[in-house]
């Protein structure tokens, strides 16, 4: 590559030269003088906002693949265009599957900014469960919440996050495998399996007055969840903590 002279990277050139790139990493990689003097000076943020932004490790989006006839696939990613050239590759993927069987292309929707792994994980799920109940036809093949690599993104607050949202063991168990494992693994479960009881609604009502009692008997959150895990996972799914710990 032809090295440029001292002074060349002007702004203006910079500008001219970031047109020419979707990402920083591509702009890095193709014109590292100028990508150094925009860091340098300033210039990066204001000449970069037509780029596609990144995640990390740490921080992932979630993203579907929508079919016109009514199928959808929906992920995670730190990457989205490297995610999509690392689909085309593998035929036994389900996008790639479902687009040779049927000769569709989807549309690709990047659903929501970039968040800690951790939530995403668990977003990932709910954006699930949106498109089952607008009647769509789901092509993912594995729980969701998986992210790949070695980061333990069930810990104990987020294994009776997904337990909320289930009525019973096998429901936790089938719908979030990893999250059943770890709780199973750091011997949660047992009291993970309280809450679980606690969801069935059947047996054991509790009302608004009842948690209040109990959660005035204890001294934070914390000590509620521990002492009282019924009226706990009472109070989380009606949204009674806040009253309750003002």
């Excluded at 292309?105 to 990932?124: F, G, T």
């Amino acid at each position: 590559m032809e090295q440029k002279p001292n002074g060349y990277w002007t702004y203006e050139r910079c500008f001219n030269e970031a047109l020419k790139y979707k990402s920083k990493i591509e702009f890095k990689n193709n014109s590292m003088s100028a990508y150094v003097i925009s860091n340098r000076n300033g210039w990066m943020c204001d000449i970069s906002k037509h780029m596609i932004s990144n995640g990390n490790r740490y921080l992932r989006c979630i993203y579907s693949y929508e079919f016109s006839d009514n199928h959808v696939y929906v992920g995670l990613t730190y990457n989205i265009k490297e995610r999509e050239i690392n689909r085309k590759s593998h035929i036994n993927d389900a996008v790639t599957k479902h687009k040779l069987a049927t000769g569709l292309i989807p549309e690709i929707k990047i659903l929501n900014d970039y968040i800690d792994v951790n939530k995403a994980s668990i977003l990932e799920g709910a954006f699930v469960e949106k498109y089952k109940n607008d009647g769509w036809i789901i092509l993912n093949t594995k729980s969701t919440g998986g992210i790949g690599g070695n980061i333990l993104i069930w810990n104990k607050e987020n294994c009776i996050e997904a337990a909320m949202k289930c009525k019973t063991r096998t429901e936790f168990h089938k719908k979030y495998r990893g999250a059943y494992s770890s709780a199973v693994k750091n011997n949660w479960i047992d009291e993970i399996n309280n809450i679980l009881k606690s969801n069935k609604g059947g047996k054991q009502i509790h009302n608004l007055k009842s948690c209040k009692k109990k959660a005035i008997l204890c001294t934070s959150v914390t000590d509620f969840k521990n002492k009282y895990p019924k009226e706990y996972s009472a109070a989380y799914r009606n949204n009674w903590l806040n009253e309750f710990y003002k």
